[in-house]
């Protein structure tokens, strides 16, 4: 499980592409490397990935084919910048709200406009998940925690802060760029719950 709060931005180093599904070596900018082991988790643009080699604060990760044709994955080229999170343990502060790693969707990034220091950001998302995106809800863009500000049936707006704009590369977002995104992961089982008396 992840926060949704982001600790570094790394880079692709290198992208290989193996018999369908594709191998990434990533540097990771943490600020101690040395706790990264060999089969620990990390959520990179909010997809969780296993670290399957380790060179000083680079990793190699192997992405499955389910993966890349379901993430942002695939557009992965070198020089990207992800935003990456280790997974979360016991003794962390939880100061996003809870994260699988497991991407429901690609969405899209339609407009955004500035308001005062911060920008407002417009995504759409697929029709089947807008009953999950509420007003004031949390909602995961590339692996960030945001809160919802709006919602019109499957396009919703979010506020980001100066802060959230220099220390994420959703800053580096343009109209027509693909983003992934994780609902609520409550949402899904208020739903689950709640099923067997809608009927």
Known sequence: MFTGIIQSIGEVVERKELSGDLRFRVKTCFKAPERIHLGDSIAMDGVCLTVTQKHGDEVVLDVSTETV?????????????????????LQDQLGGHLVSGHVDAIGRCISRTPSARSEVFEF???????KYVVNKGSITINGVSLTVNTVNQNVFSVNLVPHTMQHTNLGDLQVDDDVNIEVDTIARYVEKMLAPHLN
């Open 124 to 130: 759409n998302v697929p029709e089947y998940l807008q």
């Open 69 to 89: 044709n379901k993430t942002t994955v695939n557009q992965w080229i070198k020089g990207r910048r992800l935003n990456l999170e280790p997974a979360m343990t």
